[in-house]
């Protein structure tokens, strides 16, 4: 099957070695995703703003691979406080409503930035015909 990897242009990918998201035949996996643009922390201080920035950057990406939101069927969203749920589910329900992926979040100590509160990942799987 052919690979498609889609980058976010960010400089940090091949320091690293990944892609913003891989399409391998129909499903599509999106790498934990931050919200940042560039150097810039979006929505510093704010779970629920963290997470729309996110999915907005993880719909974008699933663009790119020729897929869209109703297409995902699992998020993974990491959280540096959990008691602040509340907004992180607010924001993914904004978004996934209606589509209702199976999804997971979970408290982590920290992520790679300290003032990132929120990272999400994400697999799509295209229906085939």
Do not use: C
């Not at 976010?8 to 990918?13: I, L, N, Q």
């Not at 907004?87 to 930035?113: C, Q, W, Y």
């Amino acid at each position: 099957m052919k690979r498609q990897n889609i980058s976010s242009g960010a400089v940090w990918e091949d320091t690293i070695g990944y892609s913003r998201a891989v399409r391998v035949g129909n499903t599509i996996e999106v790498a934990g995703t931050t919200a940042t643009n560039g150097n810039e922390v979006i929505g510093k201080g704010s779970p629920y703003e963290q997470t729309k920035y996110i999915l907005q950057k993880i719909e974008h990406a699933l663009q790119q691979a020729g897929a869209s939101l109703n297409d995902v069927v699992r998020t993974r969203i990491f959280v540096t406080d959990i008691s602040r749920w509340e907004d992180v589910g607010r924001a993914h329900g904004e978004f996934f409503g209606s589509i209702k992926p199976a999804a997971t979040m979970v408290e982590v100590s920290a992520l790679i930035n300290p003032e990132h509160l929120v990272e999400i990942e994400a697999t799509a799987i295209l229906a085939t015909t």
